[in-house]
């Protein structure tokens, strides 16, 4: 509530609400911030994914020569496996 109107989206008011009402409320919470992190570690898997398709794309010279030592070795597929796996785990969550 804000001035004594409620703001859209911030939410019910909890100290109106009945013990059901409340409880499906936090479950309608819970369950959202669930999907939120699906989707994150998703998107973060869908990165890790690109990552090494560019990476082995440089490694076939489309991009005009091979990598450097430093970069095959710290953004190559060692970073796109962490950030895929990383995604994994969030999505599983």
Known sequence: M???REVEGSGPDHSRLTAAERRDAERLQAYRR???L????QVLMALGLVTAIV?????????????????DLLAGYPA??????????????
């Open 2 to 4: 804000k001035g004594g």
């Open 80 to 93: 796109a496996a962490v950030v895929f796996f990383l995604g994994a785990i969030l999505a599983g969550q």
């Open 38 to 41: 699906v989707r994150a570690g």
């Open 55 to 71: 990476h082995w794309l440089g490694h076939i010279g489309v991009f005009g020569g091979q990598p450097s030592g430093l970069n």
């Open 34 to 36: 669930k999907r939120r």
